[in-house]
């Protein structure tokens, strides 16, 4: 993984508690897991101690995954960023010029997607086509079902 990725406050804040949670709640109870089943007796034939110990092992895969995008992560400062083009952590409402309809979506990092929020990926080919632009500005953006042209109406922070 290693590459930088960039996160709001909250974003950030999101992934330092997730890693609390796996480290001081899961991790102990899988350790107590893996001691009860030791005390059963025969390692060799224990399947609650194969299952505690696969289980260990996907957790600690987690927690490094986790730890290193924590260490990876740059903070944005969202006070510098420029209002007037479409940038990461802008809400953006956009026209389809094609039926006429109106849609507002924030572009976020990627692992703050979300669909149901109207959170867009930075890496979407939506906000790939948006970034950079400006009020008025039209885009052809190339999406799954072809060419769509939209028009951007809005602009503004998503604080």
Known sequence: MSGIAYYNEEGLQKLK???????TVER????RMIAEARDKGDLSENAEYDAAKEA??????KISKLQELISNARL????????SKVLLLSTVIIKNLKNSVSMKYTIVPE??????SAKISVTSPIAKGLLGKKVGDK?????PAGIVPFEI???KRSL
């Not at 692992?111 to 149901?116: G, R, T």
Request: charged fraction near 30%.
């Open 17 to 23: 508690e997730e890693l609390v949670q796996l480290t």
């Open 28 to 31: 102990p109870a899988i350790s």
């Open 56 to 61: 260990q092992g996907i957790l600690e895969l």
């Open 76 to 83: 944005i400062d969202e006070s510098k960023l420029d209002v």
């Open 111 to 116: 692992s703050e997607a979300d669909l149901k």
């Open 139 to 143: 885009v052809d953006v190339q999406v």
């Open 153 to 155: 109406v809005e602009i």
